[in-house]
């Protein structure tokens, strides 16, 4: 990563500036496999304390170890939706899981793809979008160039950091975020650490 440090930093003072702050990168990764999609899916449009509590009771509900889809499953929609699921991603959920159980979503595919072509096979599943698809790429595939400029932490950090007004469009995070190629992952994820320090990323 110090490649990574020296490249921002240099191309950018402000964000040289958040680097110091924060101090090292220490990003949170997760495996590349249909629990951690699930868990993308659970989270959207949630607080974190909610969907944490949503998920591990899905886990739970599933059985012990990490979430498949055959144990998935094995959970009926209807007591899905005691666990706190909404009748739309109990479907998202279980349609993703059907499709991997078949070999139609293949996740170790998914590994060896570009980012362009993962984006695509990953927003062509119901239930995933391009804010989950990014989310992916960036925290289980390990991708060092994705910028989620949808993201209204890191609109709301570039808000912050760079002086805007109102918060910036996606857009205009994109073109604040040229600058950052091909380290844009490691940029965001300071963005967001400069909003919570202590987040769990």
Do not use: C, H
């Amino acid at each position: 990563m110090r490649k990574a440090m020296d490249v921002l930093k240099s191309a950018d003072p402000v964000l040289a500036a958040l680097i110091e702050t924060v101090g090292p990168y220490r990003i949170r990764y997760s495996p590349p496999d249909f629990e951690t999609l699930v868990k993308a899916i659970v989270y959207q449009q949630l607080s974190g304390k909610v969907a944490a509590t949503i998920f591990g009771r899905l886990q739970a509900a599933a059985g012990d170890g990490r979430l498949t889809s055959e144990a998935t499953l094995k959970v009926t929609p209807q007591r899905m939706r005691t666990l706190g699921l909404s009748r739309q991603k109990i479907g998202y959920i279980r349609d993703i899981a059907r499709d991997t159980q078949s070999g139609e979503t293949d996740f170790g595919a998914l590994a060896k793809m570009k980012d362009e072509e993962a984006m695509r096979v990953l927003t062509s599943l119901k239930g995933v979008g391009v804010w989950t698809a990014q989310m992916f790429l960036i925290f289980a595939l390990r991708r060092k160039d994705v910028l989620p400029s949808g993201d209204l932490g890191v609109r709301a950090a570039v808000r912050k950091a760079y002086g805007f007004e109102a918060l910036p469009t996606p857009s205009e995070v994109d073109a604040v975020g040229e600058k950052w190629r091909p380290y844009r992952t490691v940029a965001s994820w300071y963005l967001w650490r400069s909003l919570e320090p202590n987040a769990n990323l």
